[in-house]
């Protein structure tokens, strides 16, 4: 028999604060309530790529010493602020603690310069806690994603011979402007990615024409964002990576963000489904400070 957690009432006092290097250990309890299949990052790539836009949630009320309850990890690209995890610590669920961090991340994302007038993130659909806060902060259901596997031996067998016109290549910085808009990119998301340690920008072109566009991570191994023109071109993405890859990997991970047919592609080439997400979106930040007045510093 499970039995239930037990709850730990703390009168909804809340603060959120930044984090620093001696919160890893709170970053480690809480990162597998996530439940996603990412090994938990070690300290130092924690400390350099996500300590800086990570939150705490503390409760305790008077002498009581404040203890964290929560923490919540976001990126600010240009004006929009993407929140990537929030975790409560089970026993401190349902008391506002969530809705105390989101309201966290969004007064710094309206403070920031340009500031943030949109917000955005990815839930599972079935998760009902996650959708009820996100939906109380005003986000709406904006598209589906696919999370997909894809072994590397669909890749490397694939009949299919590329076309000689279309070049796979690294995305400088001066084509992130003419990446962006056709491949559906945030302003600014490549530029954002390539700050990352050991991050692959690739992209197909034809002459002056955008095919497709991927951000790799060799270590974990993953492509995200992962966006091409027509699905057809997805295996020639992959096939582009495939140098990059790890030897030893005999899969690679593929986020497809509202291109069903890709995903459907890559499906029917031999990738398997992980993880379907649903994108959520507001783009009324400012009011969902206004709507939640909680103590934040
Ligand atoms: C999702 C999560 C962060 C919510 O945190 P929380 O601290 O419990 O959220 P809050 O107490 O601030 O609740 C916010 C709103 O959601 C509602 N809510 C929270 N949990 C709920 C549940 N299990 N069922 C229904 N509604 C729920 C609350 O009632 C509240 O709405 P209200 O203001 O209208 O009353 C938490 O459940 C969690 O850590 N889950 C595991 C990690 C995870 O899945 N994170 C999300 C990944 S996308």
Known sequence: MTLPTPRARFDGLVTVRAAGPEDYAVFERLFPELAVEEKTPE???????????????????GAEPARAVGYVYFQIIRDTAYVRHV?????????GVGKAMMTAVAERAIASVPP???????????????????????MTRAFETRALRVP????????TLQDARILARVISPEDDARVEPPMNLLH?????????????LLGLFDDEVVLGATVFDPTFPGAYPFRVARPDLALVLLDALRPYANPADTLVNVVIEDQPKVADALIAAGATVKLDTVHMSSRTIATAVRAAPLTSR
Request: aromatic share 6%.
């Open 116 to 138: 943030c007038t949109s917000w955005c993130l990815n839930v599972r659909p079935h998760d009902v806690a996650a959708m009820a806060l996100y939906t109380r902060m005003g």
């Open 188 to 200: 600014g998301q490549l530029a954002a990615s390539r700050r990352l340690e050991g991050r692959v």
């Open 87 to 95: 975790v409560t610590s089970p026993e401190a669920r349902q008391q």
């Open 43 to 61: 300290r130092g790539r924690w400390e350099r790529e996500r300590m800086p836009t990570t939150l705490i949630a503390e409760a305790g009320a």
């Open 152 to 159: 590397w031996s669909v890749v490397d067998s694939r009949q």
